[in-house]
C-alpha cells in the first residue's frame, strides 16, 4: 500500500467526525442560511490568509534530506496567492461586510488551528503541514462544489458569491493528483508517521470550525437569512 493510500486510511474516522458535523450534514440536507455562509467565509478568510506564510514557512524549516520538496511548495505558493481577497470578493457579493471581516478577528477555533498548524511547523516536523493541506484539499474537494450548489439556490446569491468554494473545488482536484504524487516519494517513516499525525488533528480542528458556525433556524424560511 503507498504512503497516501494509508494516510486516507489511517484518517477514514477522524475524516467522518469532520463530514458529520451538523452544519456540513444540514447544508447537504439544504438547511442553509444567509448568516451562516457569511460565518464559514469569515473563517475561510482567517485561515486561508496564513496559507502562503504557512507555506512559505514549512519551506524555510525543511532539512536538507527534504530540499526536494521545495520546488512543488514554491508552485503551492504561486497557485495559493490571493485567495484569501476571493474570500472578502464573496463576501462583499453576499452583502457582508469584508472590510470588517478583514480588520476582525478570527473565531477561537479557526485561530487555534492556524496556531496549530505553525507550531507543526516549527517545533515538531514541518512536514506535518502537508497533513492541514491533505485535510483542506479532500474536504473542498468533497463538498466545495455541491455545498456551493446547495447554498446559492435557496438563498438566491450571485454566482459572484461563490468564487472561493467553486473555484477551490475545480483547483483542489487537481491538487490532490499532485498532492498523491508527493506523498508517495516521502519515504521516511518518522516523515510518514507526523503527517499522519498532523492530519488527524487538522480534521478535528477543522471540525471544530465547522462546529463553532451558527446553526441555520429549521424553522425559519430559506431566503430570510435566519
Known amino acids: 500500500m503507498s504512503f497516501h493510500d494509508r494516510l486516507v486510511a489511517q484518517t477514514t474516522d477522524t475524516r467522518a467526525g469532520l463530514l458529520g458535523t451538523p452544519i456540513i450534514q444540514g447544508c447537504l440536507r439544504g438547511e442553509v442560511s444567509l448568516p451562516s455562509y457569511l460565518a464559514f467565509l469569515r473563517e475561510a478568510y482567517h485561515h486561508v490568509r496564513h496559507t502562503v506564510p504557512l507555506?512559505?514557512?514549512?519551506?524555510?524549516?525543511?532539512?536538507?534530506?527534504?530540499?526536494?520538496?521545495?520546488?512543488?511548495l514554491d508552485e503551492y505558493v504561486e497557485e495559493e496567492r490571493g485567495h484569501d481577497e476571493w474570500i472578502l470578493d464573496d463576501i462583499r457579493a453576499a452583502g457582508?461586510?469584508?472590510?470588517?471581516?478583514r480588520n476582525g478577528p478570527p473565531g477561537h477555533a479557526t485561530e487555534v488551528m492556524v496556531a496549530y498548524a505553525y507550531d507543526t511547523i516549527a517545533?515538531?516536523?514541518?512536514?506535518?503541514?502537508?497533513?492541514?493541506v491533505h485535510v483542506l484539499e479532500g474536504t473542498s474537494v468533497s463538498l466545495a462544489l455541491m455545498a456551493?450548489?446547495?447554498?446559492?439556490?435557496?438563498?438566491?446569491?450571485?454566482d459572484a458569491a461563490f468564487t472561493y468554494l467553486r473555484s477551490h473545488g475545480m483547483l483542489d482536484r487537481e491538487h490532490t493528483a499532485h498532492f498523491e504524487l508527493l506523498m508517495n516519494q516521502v519515504e521516511d517513516p518518522q516523515d510518514q508517521a507526523d503527517i499522519v499525525?498532523?492530519?488527524?488533528?487538522f480534521y478535528r480542528l477543522y471540525g471544530d470550525v465547522f462546529r463553532s458556525l451558527p446553526l441555520?433556524?429549521?424553522?425559519?424560511?430559506?431566503?430570510?437569512?435566519?
Open 96 to 101: 457582508g461586510d469584508a472590510q470588517a471581516v
Open 55 to 72: 507555506l512559505q514557512a514549512c519551506k524555510a524549516a525543511l532539512p536538507e534530506r527534504n530540499a526536494w520538496l521545495r520546488g512543488p
Open 216 to 226: 441555520p433556524q429549521a424553522n425559519a424560511g430559506a431566503g430570510a437569512g435566519a
Open 123 to 132: 517545533r515538531r516536523n514541518p512536514l506535518g503541514f502537508f497533513g492541514m
Open 197 to 201: 499525525h498532523a492530519a488527524r488533528a
Open 148 to 158: 456551493a450548489d446547495q447554498i446559492q439556490k435557496p438563498l438566491e446569491l450571485p
